[in-house]
């Protein structure tokens, strides 16, 4: 089982078959609600971009990291009360802005991780996905205020980073034993089997 999930997980995003485009979209999308129900306003962008774009195309993972956002907007101001005020949109651009340079960041990574050698290249992809999100934020302060250092403490850095790891490592079961699930029904969904989908 592991030689297969460290094979399925190293085929390029362009090998995978549109399938896996619809599960990644439907699985992040899931993962937002639960996490924005959760955390409010914590959600593990990092870990959703570095899953969407080792496992999509770009412009896909692009999609599937946007939609978890929109996800995650509708609950905070649908069902959390966040403020409907200018600059707590502000702050929900700047997050999906941060979401988005994440995914390009691993995008862009992606394509050296023969380099790195097999699954061990996932912690890498994480934490540049991590760091460019918390930049992306960290950069938009002078801009938007707010957000003040206390939200950028080691102490919050890191129990974000956490969280973020945690949820990788999760999304990347969920989505092999989704695969395993379809595949044993006779699904050639996440193009294993043949020509993509």
């Known amino acids: 089982m592991t030689n297969d999930l460290v094979s399925y997980l190293e085929q390029s995003p362009q090998d995978r078959g549109r399938a896996a485009i619809v599960m990644c979209i439907a699985l992040l999308a899931a993962a937002s609600a639960s996490t924005s129900l959760v955390f409010a306003c914590a959600a593990p962008f990092a870990a959703f971009a570095a899953l969407a774009a080792t496992v999509l195309p770009l412009r896909q993972a692009l999609v599937a990291v946007v939609t978890s956002w929109l996800v995650n907007q509708a609950i905070g101001f649908g069902l959390l009360g966040y403020p409907h005020a200018i600059d707590t949109a502000m702050w929900g651009l700047a997050i999906v802005a941060g979401a988005a340079f994440s ?11 023969a380099r790195f050698g097999g699954i061990a290249f996932y912690p890498l992809v994480l934490t540049a996905s991590y760091a ?19 939200a950028f403490s ?15 490592l999760g999304l990347i079961v969920v989505y092999e034993l989704g695969h395993r699930i379809l595949v044993a029904r006779g699904r050639d969904v996440l193009g294993r089997r043949g020509s993509p989908t």
């Open 103 to 113: 995914t390009l960041v691993v995008s862009f990574a992606w394509r050296y991780r």
């Open 132 to 150: 460019a999100y918390e930049l992306t934020l960290f950069a938009a302060i002078p801009i938007l205020g707010g957000g003040g250092s206390e």
């Open 154 to 168: 080691a102490t919050v850095v890191g129990e974000l980073a956490f969280l973020n790891a945690v949820w990788m």
